[in-house]
């Protein structure tokens, strides 16, 4: 049976001799980093294509679009760094909610970053996966044709953030029941309706014209999911390192574990 509990989380993280100690901290790593790529990632393509190309550059109708730009190799790179820690993360505990979700999310974010969108602004030209190969093309895209390859993107990537928005949930519950601060609890609750309102807002978008200037709805909802992914990663975070740095640390106890609070 599936649990929101991970593993009890050493009270004084300032041991260096203790084997949970030294576990919990690459625990707070792999989410550390998660959540700094997720924040930074926007903000990166941006500002590296604008670096590459004189005259800055206009935001692009998705993050998706960036494959199809100078910035291929960092939106691969990203998202394939994420898209393993999430495959590793809590692998050592298969029956928590944690492993099984971010798994899942983990392969779909691969099938975002390996199987493409569509190439922005082709218009009539020839679709991939016809000969003679058109400009652009990805091998998998010249393989699979560009239609099928941009259906496996798009659920790929509705597959990945749905999963993100139940692992804030996840958080939610699991600062609720085993922490103080009921702040903490909220706002991943509040990061996990973020992502399923963006959702919402990118389906509406769909129907009704939705976009804000030149940013369209996919492209808001792209942004806003994996900023509030990046968020709720860092916050858990957050609550870890606090624990390295507490404002007075008292002698140690002579035990030979320290404290543990349940839940991770």
Known sequence: MLTT????????????D??????????LLVRSILGIIG?????AFIVGEAWFIDGGVQVRGSLSSYYHSTMRDLFVAAL???????LTY???????????????AGIAVLGVAFFPTTRPGIGDAPACGTSPEPAGCAAIQQHLGEALTA??????????????????????????????DPRLATVQMVCGWV??????????GLWVDLQIGPLTPLYVTEVVAVWAFGLSWL????????RLTPRARAPLPATPRAAVTPGG
């Open 5 to 16: 509990d991970t593993f009890d989380r050493p009270a004084d993280l300032g041991r260096p």
């Open 18 to 27: 203790d084997p949970a100690v030294l576990y919990a901290k690459s625990y």
């Open 39 to 43: 924040v930074a990632l926007p903000i």
């Open 80 to 86: 394939s760094v994420t898209g393993f820690l999430l």
């Open 90 to 104: 809590m692998a050592g505990q298969r029956n928590t909610y944690d492993y099984w979700l971010s798994t899942v």
């Open 151 to 180: 259906r496996i993107h798009f659920v790929s990537a509705a597959v990945f953030i749905l999963s993100l928005a139940a692992i804030a949930f996840v958080f939610a519950r699991r600062e609720k029941r085993h922490h103080t």
């Open 195 to 204: 992502i399923v309102a963006a959702v919402g807002w990118s389906v509406l």
């Open 235 to 242: 916050l858990t975070s957050r609550a870890l390192l606090a």
